[in-house]
């Protein structure tokens, strides 16, 4: 019931120490599980302890060294992740001008007497300049060190600690514990650079909003339907509020109306005075107004930036996220309001008046939603995890990751390996298309918010959609597939499926979908079957392309597809599959749908009728064969440029009358000594005659039809064979190339060895002389006076008569598609064809013939008749050619010899067929 394919390389590696940290350079090292005696710090510290054994060429970050950062005379070291990015950024940033820094001091155990306890605690590091000179001052140190790691603590609602000396500067994460700022009032200043743009940001946006009620968009109903409702009031002592950022520079103004109350919050807690900065960066300190999501945050900071440069004012801030306080014991929003997750501003103008302008500002800024409110504007933003808009691309949609509220992790959690498995928020958004035929409602957890999708899961459902429907009749209502099931939480996941189903833990990582059709369909054709089928013949290659492989599995009412690191197949029970189908059968099948849609071998044409008009499929030969001819009205119209008229009353056919009818009789000698039963044998002389028999000129129209019919009867009648039946003996190669005939011939069976050829290529190519009294001889079978498709059709009857792997053997990029009749035979209408192998006898052009070879390929599934065709393109290689071992003998000879008189015939013959603009 269940078979894995295809193992990919993939593991993880679960380490027995203690947790993992990972650190600015990439580097993850492992804590120790218990602290040895001496290592304890002085202060308290968040900070691991980490084992140095082998750790002497590794480093923390570009700028810290293991060995400079810990105790020349100790083995064990501390260090946090977030204070070692602080001192990397320091030193980049000074190193940009021309001040190097160095680490004087980094950890320090208590017993070596550090110049401060602090540097016991991993979480500190006294810096000085690599080499000083004048002009360097350890101001520029302090002025670097604040702009560099504010926004770095500031992520972990950690205080900066500076300490200053004549030389040294003292750089400190403070502890986790409410301790103060350490750093001067003056200093303050010094952030304004590290939260300026660089650049003002282009600004094209055309929408206008100048009066009261005007908004953006404006299709919103409000605020809260257009960016989705908060879960929950955000409080100061809440796990989200961390998630919440300060803003602490002093470009943006504060309204800080707050601060003027007895308390903040709850009763008894005072409140934090922030107009000028704010009291710090731990939660308790944080100023109300200043605070908000991290996306308004980015969004606010550009807005900053054109109103100083395009406006010369500044932003003012009335409002961000909001609490209780004494003058508004439930708060100053109403219920539900944005402004409790910080999700929402009121923004106003310093010395300007002009809104419009800055709603315009807003829009750029990809604030979500404006609305101009008179004297004022309120804006909000969607939920998003990060500060950058990191936008996942659907076909239809883009949307933003989001972390769902701290009290439903559990609902979301999924493990940190899936580090793609993006969570998004639905709320108020339902009905928008990801992709054509599917929404948001479709996919998601009708239960739960918040859910996870892969747009290349997207993607494969959008293709079995499309597949199903690509050959509807005109007007005809598109056949709906059904997601039954796809993104799961991850509690409903555990209830509903079982560790041993084959689906357990995919559709809570929003990898997985369950598919059936709409009821009402005729199932006799729309079936989980022919699902399973589009899903492998359509997803083969989107999964690929995104670097994983495909689990299907094939149940009584419906499928389940998803990506995972191996392929693997299953089925439900017997009864799923389709009638007169084993197991096995269904296993090999949905393989090779799947193996031929990574390979673009899939065969769809864009439109089947055209493909099928005047189509001639190949056929092997039998006394039964019979071709139908195409009926004339339904060829292609000519152009007036191009039309060739047909005749048969021409000075060349009253020639050649005698010297045809004499082919004709030598022909039907060698065909009568063979046994032929019942009317073969007068079958065969009237198809001989109507095709060397007859006399007309142009290779279209009723004359030519008939040639072709006759012809096409003949070699398929007639009991001489072609001699290619054995497998993996057929080379192919183009016909006028001398040297690859001599390869192809010689690394198996090529057409010149038919038996059939020999036969007819002596008459194909015969001559007589119109003049007895003179040498000159012209062909009976002149490419301008009397076409022949003889040799177009016998190397068709020759293709579709190869078995097993068949070779192809090219010397440029053009001969692939000069060889296009016997390469669509071997590649899509022999079936009993297992692979082709392309030769390519100039090694430099490997790469060019293949790419000539894939698009070959990938055409042909568009553009072939799918009433004849295998059920996929055959497996194509292309490779450089082995070297050539070539035998002499006089039978070789020979034929060389009537390849040379057929390649002189056929060069004509297909340059009179390319100037008549005539075909097949």
């Known amino acids: 019931m269940f078979r894995s394919v295809l193992v990919l390389a993939a593991a993880l590696v679960h380490l027995c120490a203690g947790e993992s940290v990972i650190f600015p350079s990439g580097e993850t090292l492992n804590s120790v599980d218990e602290v040895p005696d001496g290592y304890a710090s002085a202060i308290n510290t968040s900070s691991l302890l980490f084992d140095s054994e082998g750790l002497d060429s590794v480093s923390l970050s570009v700028y810290v060294p293991v060995s400079r950062w810990k105790s020349p005379d100790q083995r064990y070291f501390r260090a946090n992740p977030t204070f070692i990015a602080c001192l990397q950024n320091t030193s980049t940033a000074l190193s940009g001008e021309d001040k ?145 950022v300060q803003y602490p520079a002093s470009h943006i103004l504060f309204a800080d109306e707050e601060s003027s109350s007895s308390w903040c919050g709850t009763e008894g807690t005072s409140c934090n005075p922030c107009a000028s900065h704010p009291a710090g960066f731990t939660p308790s300190q944080r100023c109300a107004d200043r605070t908000m999501s991290k996306r308004l945050f980015t969004a606010l900071r550009r807005v900053d930036k054109h109103v100083r440069a395009q406006l010369n004012a500044q ?85 933003v990751p989001v972390l769902p509220p701290s009290v439903a992790t559990e609902t979301y959690e999924v493990g940190e390996v899936y580090t793609h498995a993006y969570l998004f928020d639905s709320d108020g958004r339902e009905n928008k298309n990801l992709c054509d035929d599917g929404t948001i409602g ?78 009402g369909v005729d199932t006799a054709i729309y079936n989980p079957a022919q699902l399973a089928t589009y899903a492998a013949s359509q997803c083969g290659k989107i999964f690929k392309t995104a670097g994983v492989s495909m689990g299907l599995g094939l149940y009584t009412d419906s499928i389940f597809v998803d990506m995972r690191g191996e392929q693997e197949l299953w089925v439900e029970t017997s009864d799923a599959l389709p009638d007169g189908m084993s197991e096995d059968e269904w296993f090999d099948k949905t393989d090779e749908y799947i193996f031929a849609s990574e390979e673009d071998r899939i065969i769809e044409p864009d439109d089947p009728i055209s493909a099928c008009l005047d189509f001639i499929p190949a056929q092997m030969q039998s006394p039964d064969f019979d071709h139908n001819r195409v009926p004339a009205q339904r060829r292609r119209k000519r152009t007036t440029s191009d039309v060739c008229t047909q005749t048969s009353s021409t000075t060349h056919c009253s020639q050649t009358a005698s010297h045809r009818q004499t082919e004709v009789a030598h022909v039907m000698r060698a065909v009568t000594r063979l046994h032929l039963e019942g009317d073969l044998q007068d079958r065969l002389q009237t198809a001989l005659e109507g095709c060397l028999g007859v006399c007309g000129t142009c290779m279209e129209g009723s004359l030519w039809d008939s040639k072709v019919e006759h012809c096409n009867n003949f070699m398929h009648w007639v009991p001489i064979l072609l001699g290619n039946n054995e497998t993996d003996v057929t080379n192919i190669h183009n016909r006028n190339n001398l040297a690859l005939k001599a390869d192809a011939c010689h690394s198996g069976h090529c057409i010149v060895e038919a038996p059939l050829f020999s036969q007819l290529v002596g008459s194909v190519d015969e001559r007589y002389r119109p003049d007895t009294s003179k040498s000159a001889e012209h062909e009976v079978y ?49 079936k009993n064809v297992t692979g082709v192998t392309v030769y390519v006898t100039d090694s430099e052009l490997v790469a060019d013939v293949e790419t000539a070879a894939r698009k070959f390929v990938e055409d042909l599934g568009a553009s072939a008749c799918n009433l004849y065709t295998r059920d996929t393109i055959a497996p194509l290689t292309v490779e450089a050619a082995p070297a050539a071992k070539r035998r002499r003998s006089p039978e070789y000879d020979l034929r060389h010899q009537l390849l040379e008189r057929e390649q002189k015939w056929e060069e004509r013959w297909m340059q009179s067929k390319l100037r008549s603009g005539g075909g097949m």
Not at 165 to 174: F, G, S, Y
Not at 212 to 219: A, F, L, R
Not at 450 to 470: E, G, M
Not at 792 to 821: P, R, S
């Open 782 to 830: 002149s490419p301008q006076e009397n076409p022949l498709p003889v040799m177009d059709l016998l190397y068709k009857l020759y293709t579709i008569h190869a078995a097993g792997h068949v070779k192809v053997w090219v010397e440029t990029v053009e001969e692939i598609n000069m060889l296009q009749n016997p390469l669509e035979v071997v590649l899509a209408y022999n």
């Open 100 to 244: 190097p820094i160095e680490i004087a001091e980094g950890y320090r155990t208590a017993a070596e007497s550090p110049s401060s306890d602090v540097l016991t605690s991993g979480e500190a590091a006294v810096v000085r300049f690599t080499n000083a000179t004048d002009g360097m001052t350890v101001n520029d140190i302090v002025r670097v060190a604040i702009q560099q790691c504010v926004p770095v603590f500031e992520d972990v609602q950690r205080n900066l600690g500076i300490g200053v000396t004549d030389d040294t500067v003292l750089i400190q994460m403070r502890p986790d514990d409410g301790s103060e700022l350490g750093f001067e009032s003056d200093w303050w200043t010094y952030l304004d650079s590290a939260y300026d743009l660089a650049t003002t940001p282009t600004c094209d946006e055309d929408t206008v909003l100048s009066s009261n009620g005007d908004k953006y968009p404006s299709t919103a109903t409000s605020a809260e339907a257009e960016v989705g409702a908060i879960d929950y009031a955000i409080t100061r002592d809440s796990e989200d509020f961390k998630r919440l």
């Open 442 to 519: 479709d996919f998601k957890d009708p239960d739960e918010r918040y859910f996870r999708l892969d747009p290349t899961l997207v993607k494969c459902y959008q293709a079995i959609s499309t597949r199903d429907n690509k050959y509807n009749a005109d007007g005809a209502a598109r056949r709906k597939i059904v997601v039954l099931v796809s993104y799961r939480s991850t509690p409903a996941q555990s209830n509903e499926y079982p560790m041993t189903d084959p689906r357990y833990m995919a559709f809570n990582r929003g990898y997985a979908m369950q598919l059936s059709y709409e009821d």
């Open 315 to 399: 932003l003012r801030i009335t409002e961000a996220w909001d609490e209780p306080h004494s003058g508004a014991v439930d708060g100053d929003q109403t219920e539900n309001s944005l402004h409790y997750e910080g999700r929402a501003a009121k923004l106003e103008l310093s010395g300007s008046s002009d809104l419009t302008s800055l709603a315009k500002y807003c829009i750029c800024a990809d604030i979500d939603y404006v609305e101009h409110k008179g004297t004022y504007l309120l804006v909000a933003v969607q939920k998003q995890e990060a500060y950058s808009s990191n936008y996942i691309e659907f076909d239809s949609e883009a949307l």
